[in-house]
């Protein structure tokens, strides 16, 4: 089954306690991307991969990091967790041409406290 | 700035009539303009897309849009809604000249059907 995986899918977390959020895809995309949706704003991209080794900053970087060392997976990385990083993650990827519509993830729900 | 308006934040219908989740846009040039649904505890997942031509386009789960160039918009539609039709919907709009294949999108909009 084509699918975007995402892990954990839920996780309580402490103020600075670096953690990792999993994203897998098993289609052969090559275009990734991370949003965070918040109530009353959509979702807003954090970063983005082109392709293997390629990738850049969305809308709203700030406080976090990604890598793509292989063209399935592209972890989302919060170094120093803040409150303000509390949200609902979205891993999401598609073929590069931009009429492709995006699959997503089901969903990581973060609380930093 | 590009962005994506959902001027209703929720909408009611009863089931078995006719539903309407409006999208509006404010981008250059001729976007690719998408609409995905979001059930509780689940990701989003795709319905439909405008890319080029007819402007009527039909979707998954009898859902189809219209596209208006002239209004810049993209409003969602089913003749007859059904219970299970009750979810967040998103409208997106990725510029055709935009190189991060970013999706700018609505910030939802809840659809509750009542039987």
């Known amino acids: 089954e084509a699918q975007v995986t995402q892990n954990p899918r839920y996780l309580i977390t402490v103020t600075g306690k670096k953690l990792t959020v999993t994203c897998s895809q098993n289609?052969?995309?090559?275009?990734m991307s991370w949003y965070r949706q918040d109530p009353g704003l959509g979702l807003r991209q954090i970063y983005y991969?082109?392709?293997?080794?390629?990738?850049d900053k969305g809308d709203v970087p700030e406080g976090y990091k990604v890598s793509r060392k292989e063209k399935r997976n592209f972890p989302l990385i919060l170094e120093s967790p803040s409150p303000n990083q509390t949200s609902l993650y979205f891993c999401?990827?598609?073929?590069?041409?931009?009429?492709?519509?995006?699959?997503f993830g089901p969903g990581t729900r973060l609380t930093v406290t | 700035a590009q962005s994506v308006a959902q001027p209703e934040d929720q909408v009611n219908v009863a089931e078995g009539n006719p539903l309407t989740v409006k999208c509006t846009y404010s981008?250059?040039?001729?976007?690719?303009l998408f609409w995905y649904v979001q059930y509780p505890n689940r990701g989003l997942q795709f319905l439909l897309k405008y890319i080029t031509g007819d402007n009527l386009v039909k979707g998954s789960y009898g859902f189809e849009a219209e596209f208006n160039k002239s209004q810049t918009s993209f409003h969602l539609k089913k003749p007859s809604a059904l219970v299970s039709d009750s979810a967040l919907y998103f409208c997106?709009?990725?510029?055709?000249?935009?190189?991060?294949?970013?999706?700018?999108f609505g910030q939802g909009t809840t659809l509750q059907v009542k039987p």
């Open positions: 999401a990827s598609s073929l590069l041409q931009g009429s492709n519509e995006q699959y």
């Open positions: 997106a709009v990725r510029p055709p000249s935009s190189n991060t294949g970013k999706l700018i």
């Open positions: 289609m052969n995309h090559e275009y």
């Open positions: 991969s082109m392709n293997v080794e390629v990738t």
């Open positions: 981008v250059s040039g001729n976007p690719y």
